[in-house]
């Protein structure tokens, strides 16, 4: 059975592999705050229970198996986010760090009444996926902001960055997924780009911020 630490472990190997093509031990040790040695040995334990696969000297992989039990916790902590957000009021800032504790909780019955009470919703609060009961994962087809021109139109789908300190920003803004966003102009010195959306002056984002904020597009103004 999976203790706390290697469903973490399991975690983090997944959502690595969602942002680079080759994890090292050195990517996996940064990511967990934690020595190599501990990481070595945590990989080996991983390997052995059929999770990872591990040769010295190459990059790490999830197998199969360790791709679905991550996904599984990932389900179970997407949907836990999804109801403090959505049936207790908790702020998208804040759903995180308590669903970083119920993830672990060990009772099907629990999630599956989670996910029907909820509605079977198919993202959390940050717009991330919620993975099926088989742990299959829906590909998301979505764009940088940053990638789009002036004149553009969007619907801001999800989040790259889901930090407290970047939601409490995003509220700072009052910007909200699924507003419909108007790219006024587009910098070319810094990239930097003037926005608006309904019910809000325009107002203007770094490249930094527009990069992580992900997006559909909308018809193009004539
Ligand atoms: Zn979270």
Redesign the pocket.
């Given at each position: 059975m999976a203790t706390q630490t290697i469903e973490n472990y399991l975690k983090a190997l997944f959502s690595l592999a969602e942002q680079t093509e080759t994890i090292n031990v050195t990517d996996l040790a940064k990511r967990m705050e934690v020595s190599l040695p501990t990481v070595n040995s945590m990989v080996n334990r991983l390997a052995s229970m059929g999770f990872v696969k591990y040769e010295k000297y190459k990059p790490l992989e999830l197998s199969d198996a360790g791709k679905k039990q991550a996904a599984l916790i990932i389900r179970k902590?997407r949907l836990t986010?999804m109801f403090l957000a959505e049936k207790m009021g908790i702020g998208w800032d804040e759903v995180?760090e308590i669903?970083e504790h119920i993830e672990h909780l060990k009772s099907p019955l629990f999630f599956d009444r989670l996910d029907e009470m909820l509605g079977y919703p198919s993202h959390d609060p940050h717009g991330s996926p919620i993975p099926d009961k088989n742990g299959q994962v829906e590909a998301q087809d979505l764009r940088k902001l940053s990638e789009f021109s002036g004149g553009d139109i969007v619907i801001l789908k999800a989040l790259g960055n889901?930090t407290e300190q970047f939601l409490r920003y995003l509220d700072e803004k009052e910007l909200a997924l699924e507003s419909v966003i108007r790219i006024v102009k587009v910098e070319e010195f810094d990239g930097s780009m003037t926005l608006s959306w309904p019910g809000q002056t325009a107002q203007v984002f770094s490249e930094k911020v527009c990069s992580v904020l992900l997006v559909n597009a909308m018809n193009r103004e004539s």
């Open positions: 902590h986010e995180h669903a889901t």
